[in-house]
């Protein structure tokens, strides 16, 4: 059976079982198709693959210079479709199952001051092309902390009414509830006066009406991760900042951050970011330690000095 085979129909199990996301099935589909290139070099077969073929091939990537994340989630996608191939009967064992992966460095995340992040909504609202949905992206991304999959592929329906509250869902199918600020409920409506219009024009001239609350052209119907991307390192730059150090995740890290700094609690900081493990929130507890630190300076009487006599 081609190795092309077995990726496919691993696919589509993923698919069907656990309704993985397509971004999800997409990575999946890049790691195996590389490790199925470097096996057919070795002339070895998914069906043949020794724990030895993964391990050097794992040492590959490290050569190539992959990072730590890249090879866990390589070794992650290759362990998986063996215990597929295991349950299948397509082969007797899983030779990644004793294989441990490179440990992730857990990085702090990078972020932005709430002076940078005015900055950036500033720039929004003078865009050239389309402030209205610029300033509308830009203010839903940092009221809410959505990720960016999240946010243009939100339903237009979501967001009728001038809710106070957004329901999101989000990786694993995982719903949640988001409060809506006023600037961005703001934002939000003036940009659905717009959209609503070059709507109403589109289905005049027979096109169908999208669902999306930021609808485009492409085979998708809303506006691709790329596409904000670029929007936002533009953005970025008008706003005198490095357009390197910008990105949609940086502004949901600020999100998070800035609201620990303003004394929120962990555990509504991981509701909000739908994390499903508090120890992926808890990366961001450097922001609660400097202002605990600030507070014990600032006010504990053992902090300053005491003068003599």
């Not at 932005?112 to 830009?138: F, H, I, K, Q, Y």
């Not at 492409?218 to 390197?244: E, W």
């Not at 808890?282 to 507070?295: G, K, N, P």
Request: net charge positive.
């Amino acid at each position: 059976m081609p190795m092309g085979h077995w990726i496919s129909a691993f696919l589509e199990a993923q698919a069907a079982e656990l309704d993985a996301a397509r971004n999800t099935l997409l990575a999946y589909g890049r790691d195996l198709n590389d490790f199925a290139g470097w096996l057919t070099h070795k002339d070895a077969h998914f069906a043949s693959a020794t724990q030895d073929h993964v391990e050097r091939y794992l040492i590959s990537c490290e050569a190539e210079g992959l990072s730590s994340a890249t090879r866990a989630r390589r070794l992650s996608s290759i362990r998986q479709l063996f215990r597929f191939a295991f349950e299948e009967g397509w082969r007797e064992d899983n030779p990644a199952i004793r294989l441990k992966g490179p440990g992730r460095a857990r990085r702090l995340p990078g972020t932005l001051s709430r002076e940078e992040v005015e900055a950036l909504l500033a720039a929004a609202r003078t865009e050239p092309r389309d402030p209205l949905r610029a300033t509308c992206l830009m203010e839903l991304l940092y009221a809410t902390g959505l990720r960016v999959s999240e946010l243009v592929t939100l339903p237009v329906a979501a967001l009728r009414g001038d809710p106070e509250m957004l329901l999101v869902r989000g990786k694993g199918g995982r719903e949640r509830m988001v409060p809506l600020s006023r600037p961005a409920r703001a934002a939000v409506s003036a940009w659905l006066a717009r959209r609503d219009a070059a709507e109403a024009e589109a289905v005049a001239a027979g096109k169908p009406a999208s669902k999306f609350l930021f609808p485009a052209r492409g085979r998708d119907g809303h506006l691709t991760r790329q596409s904000f991307f670029v929007l936002i390192k533009d953005l970025a730059a008008r706003a005198g900042l490095a357009p390197d150090q910008v990105t949609p995740h940086v502004l949901r890290h600020a999100f998070a951050s800035h609201l620990l700094a303003g004394g929120a609690d962990l555990r509504a900081i991981q509701a909000l970011l739908g994390h499903a493990d508090l120890s992926t929130t808890e990366i961001y507890t450097h922001v609660q330690s400097e202002r605990l630190t600030a507070l014990v300076y600032e006010h504990h009487p053992l902090a300053h000095p005491r003068e003599k006599g």
